[in-house]
């Protein structure tokens, strides 16, 4: 066969991994394969191929491998959470002081903001670790990995409503339609396992809320990229994957009786048709076999000590919620996925910081945490890049009527909020950033999304102006034309 | 930490336009698809239309810029001298800071770009505007004696082409593969074994033809056409955003299946969709099809600003059209002047305006905002009928029953009754209203009162009350469609800075792009002139765009293959003459959609087969030069369209209103944490043709892979091959249960032995007699099956749960069971998953 051709037939297709079928032979390819299928195997076993990302990247040598997102969405309150500020305190109450507001826009709920009566931090705040970073006392276990954190606290945004800006920050635009960060990686990357996705996503609910946050699929969309690249959605039900199981009364032995035939006759097709489509196609329906042994390989935890469960909380079994999914996270990073977006809704307390808020806490603190020292403990969190937050903060003024306290709230707030990652080649035990006296503002290194943006993908040792898509006519990029890097904060 | 190997990283081998052409003798340099894709991509960011980001003054995008004495007496391109000429000295300079493109822009000029250049500057510096933006004009059909295989002059362009590129056309594919492909591409779903056979038999010179014809005029053929129209006019079931409010748009696409069927000229479909409502006397129709344009997401998030959100469905709908018709990506130019269409700001929102004169104010997220019309179904309407009839009989019965209850003079109002006045307050209101008039809520109160007073007037009131709330449930359930119409006053467009509602810059007026719009022409002022502009013959687009598409659909990719781009940046037609000679015959025809489809699928092009010489596969993998038929995966609406209907268990109806097919358990309640609750159909929902499934914007059915999400307007289909779609074609229980019901339908059948089924099958399912070989291995796979599930008849009982139990006698199960698996194996085959 002529080599060039065989090259591209097999090695140009990114979503080719390993050897193709062609000149293989159905047998010799099955056996192959279910020797990487690793049913039940240790995660050490022999790797299945990967795949392959951009041929010229990464553009420098990176720090962290692969990503979990915890997205918190909704927007949780940095003024409650980890921007303390004592003003807030002593001006309980009081008007906002000239000089904060300036013709700024809020959502309609608030309108103007003028004139509108400062709230108190709800729960008490105390210095942690040797960093001694700000903590409220809603988020214990997180305030005892501090010294792991590295706190953005001026973070700020353009969108002041939640679909918009959850996008801006997953995908670079307020309006759906572009790549979301794991497709860009995907795409650039690649994976370093064909058993499963290079993007994965799970979502979860607060237990305690009833808001309707919802989670669009434009979040982990791949845009106008190919459509292989956008997150597979793992689901916390006995489908983890959708169509991942054979049809009852199929079992592995039939199901891979099938799959031979399939391949045999699609070679048949090949041979006669030479499109090197069918080639790759042979290749998917073999990587659909392995997922369906790797998946639900992912799934069973049975086999996980209970100590190291114990580090997630108490909800860490039950398939669907936060701390199951970030559970599911490690075990998908440490099979070789690029990116795992955890998305729990249920920050949006318009009305209920004085009690939906501790719901939510409750139910994301010891899990975040967890994970964070679970990564640790298996050395993965060097290059692993965790990044905690959501889409704005939540407004230093109360929504809501000063003398119910049952019902007291924060709105939307755009101009600061705070995140915070952990390890992947990010400073531990540091906080970057300021805002005013009110947490109102950032009077100090702004970290606009953007920014944010840019830092990820030059820790993963992408240059966010080179990774880029042509589509109608103009080179997209996660960035859009923004994007400064947060130097300060590189280790 | 873990070693992880490290990916092997391969040059990508992609073939440039370019080099698919083997020694192609150096012709003169053509200025818009050889230099001017240059400029664009490497010079326009700082040196085109954009005037803010205009550096050193100088403009490369006009032919005043680039060949104009600058100040300094130089200029920046001196026909045939590139030593003199100041562009070339730049991009070739050794200097860095000379040098151009600079470094940190990393748009490098490759060295074969540079001689293009400097041969282009050689031999005059000849300039051109972009070719999609001059009118096509008409391209005399290449004649070539030598040329054979031609039936029509699609023919003659591809062939010219090809003979200029050292290749010929393929010969014709086999009649079992024609009927396939044709029948697939005309009306999305396979050939019958008996349309098989009738085609291969018939012995007449057109009966290819024929068949075209038979298959343009079924009604299966607008059901086919409508899904690429219904992904481009982002068309959904529900609202998108928070909330996601079900909505109901579908009187409109039965419309847009009417319209094709109907063959309605594609100037009248596009008049009718931008402007229905404002042509003289519009009949209800017309303004139905508007609906169009309001197929828009509508936001209903809490908080959000009406005015914002009034903004967004405006620049939607524009952005819409724009794409739609004209190939343009105006979205650009929201914020900027175009950076390398020749757009300004300015031009969109001009053009925007056109849409900004609806009466929508973008508050709440009302799923059937006004303006609508009412559709009601045939069904609907002779009940809204009856019920009326029925109202005003009951009604006039009770007043003639409160005459006698309520006895006054006849010149009197009831109020002055004196029984009436010994009443409660509020029952003397209800009753001073004149009977036919009254709501339901007051006759339900006087109903209350009067059942345990006067059982007689309690009847006759009852009799009306029921009669009026079943009149409103009716009513309420007659589908609304959101239309166009605009409103009295005109209301001002801005200019919005950086795109933002709330930043107004200068008052514009409506108008079309300038550099579009030929001087001297009459500007249009409202929709119904925009609809025409951009249908006149002087619009260089219009045709261009749709055509393109349709050869699209065929052949799955476009001459142009950047479908939503035509501008600068678009992809230069692999056969511009071809695409310029279509276009104008479709104008010519009248713009009737049928004809350019018949010859389209009746071209030797489309008639080649889809086999080819590894040489050629390498040197044109997407098939640009179409040397060879097209080969390619349906869309995974086609494929579970065909399943339903190779299987038997298709049902064709009329019936609109969406459906609800299989989709695992809870997709909706996650995405929507409960709210949307999805009630899977029984029977003949589970059926219905894939057009007919219910859209919900922010989750999209789950069964159709790799299609648009329908958020935004989407003119070209992405078409990835992934494990998540073999799951879904293995798994999906609609395929499994295909693969039951027609393994039971040929088992039922007593002429059959089981190697009559299987070839029956394998024909039912592809279109053709399996090879000796693949009978061979599919035959032994049921043997062995067949022999697996007679041992373990559990797991026969398992496969065969779904819906199995009522076919064939205990005895056949194993059979049944191991049949369902090959016939699943088959409708997985490559084969099947696509168009060849």
Known sequence: ?491 | MRARPIALLFAVIALSPAEYESGSVAAEVHFSREILPILSEHCFQCHGPDEKSLKAKLRLDTKEGALGKRANGTAAVVPGNPKESQMFLRITSSDKEEKMPPEKLKKDLRSDQIELIERWIKEGAHWGSHWAFDKPSRPAVPLDPSLSAILNPIDNFVADRLRRAGLSLSPEASRAVLIRRVALDLTGLPPTPREISDFLADPSIDAYESLVDRLLASPRYGERMAWDWLDAARYADSNGYQGDSDRTMWPWRDWVVKAFNENLPFDQFTLWQLAGDLLPNATQEQKLATGFCRNHMINGEGGRIPEENRVDYVMDMAETAGTVWLGLTFNCCRCHDHKYDPLTQRDYYRFSAFFNQTPVTGAGGDPQTKPFVEVPTPIQRRSSERLDLEVVRAAKELAVFEQTKFPRPSDQPVSSSQPLKDLPKELQEHTAIDPAKRDAGRLEKMSVYWKTNDAAYFEVLEILRKSVNERSALLASIPRVMVMEDQSTNRATFLLSKGLYDKPLERVKAGVPESLAPSGTHEPTNRLGLAQWILSPENPLTSRVFVNRIWQQFFGIGLVSTSENFGVQAENPSNPELLDWLALEFMSSGWDLKRLCRLIVTSATYRQQSTAARELWERDPQNRLLARGARFRMPSWMLRDQALSASGLLVESADGRPVRPYQPDGVWEESTFGAKRYKQDQGEGLYRRSLYTFWRRIVAPTMFFDNPSRQVCTVRQPRTNTPLHALATMNDPTYFEAAMHLSAKLMTNSNLKPEGWLKRAFLIVLGRHPSDAEFGRLNAALDRYTKDFGLNPAQAEAILKPGGQSFLSPDSRAELAALTVVCSTLFNLDEALTKQ
Request: include cysteine; hydrophobic fraction near 35%; glycine fraction near 10%.
């Open chain 1, 1 to 491: 066969m002529n080599p060039l051709f065989e090259n591209r037939l097999n090695l140009t297709r990114r979503e080719f991994f390993g050897r193709g079928a062609l000149g293989i032979g159905t047998a010799a390819l099955a056996s192959l394969l279910s020797k990487t299928g690793g049913l039940g195997s240790e995660v050490s076993a022999p790797r299945s191929p990967v795949i392959p990302g951009l041929p010229d990247l990464p553009h420098f040598a990176p720090k962290a491998r692969r990503v979990i997102y915890l997205f918190q969405n909704g927007a949780p309150t940095h003024v409650d959470l980890f921007d303390y500020k004592s003003r807030l305190q002593q001006l309980h109450g009081k008007p906002i002081p000239d000089g904060y507001i300036g013709g700024k826009r809020f959502s309609t709920m608030t309108g103007k903001a003028d004139g509108k009566l400062i709230l108190s931090p709800v729960e008490a705040f105390k210095q942690h670790g040797q960093s001694g970073a700000w903590v409220s006392a809603f988020l214990p276990h997180i305030a005892s990995v501090a010294d792991e954190l590295c706190f953005l606290k001026s973070m700020h945004t353009d969108a002041v409503n939640h679909a918009p800006g959850i996008s801006l920050i997953l995908s670079g635009g307020q309006i759906p339609g572009r790549p979301s960060m794991g497709a860009w990686l995907a795409y650039g990357l690649g994976c370093d396992t064909s058993d499963l996705p290079a993007f994965a996503v799970m979502t979860s609910v607060s237990k305690g809320t009833s808001c309707g946050q919802i989670f669009y699929d434009f979040y982990w969309g791949s845009g106008f990229l190919p459509s292989r690249f956008q997150g597979v959605k793992f689901r916390g039900s006995t489908d983890p994957v959708l169509y991942i199981k054979s049809p009852e009364g199929m079992g592995r032995p039939m199901r891979r009786e099938m799959l031979d035939d399939i391949a045999a006759l699609n070679e048949i097709k090949l041979r006669e048709y030479l499109d090197p489509e069918i080639a790759t196609r042979i290749a998917q329906y073999e990587m659909a076999f392995r997922m369906q042994a790797s998946v639900p390989e992912l799934t069973d935890i049975s086999r996980e000590k209970d100590d190291v469960l114990g580090l997630y909380g108490p909800s860490v079994r039950e398939p669907g919620t936060y701390a199951y999914n970030c559970l599911m996270a490690r075990r998908l990073v440490e099979r070789g996925v690029r990116f795992v977006q955890v998305m729990h809704a249920g920050w949006d307390q318009h009305n209920s910081i004085t009690t939906e808020l501790y719901t939510q806490c409750k139910d994301t603190d010891q899990p975040s945490a967890g994970l964070i020292l679970d990564l640790k403990q298996r050395g993965l969190l060097d290059d692993t890049l965790v990044i905690w937050g959501g889409e704005f903060g939540r407004t230093p003024f109360i929504q809501g009527n000063l003398d119910d306290r049952k019902r007291w709230g924060r709105d939307h707030h755009p101009y600061a909020f705070t995140v915070f990652m952990a390890g992947g080649g990010v400073r531990k035990g540091m906080s970057y950033g300021e805002t005013d006296d009110l947490a109102m503002n950032v009077v100090k290194d702004p970290v606009h999304v953007h920014d944010l943006q840019a830092t990820v993908l030059k820790l993963l040792g992408i240059d966010h102006e080179r990774l880029t898509y042509k589509f109608q006519g103009r080179h997209f990029r996660l960035t859009d034309v923004h994007g400064e890097i947060v130097s300060r904060i590189l280790a």
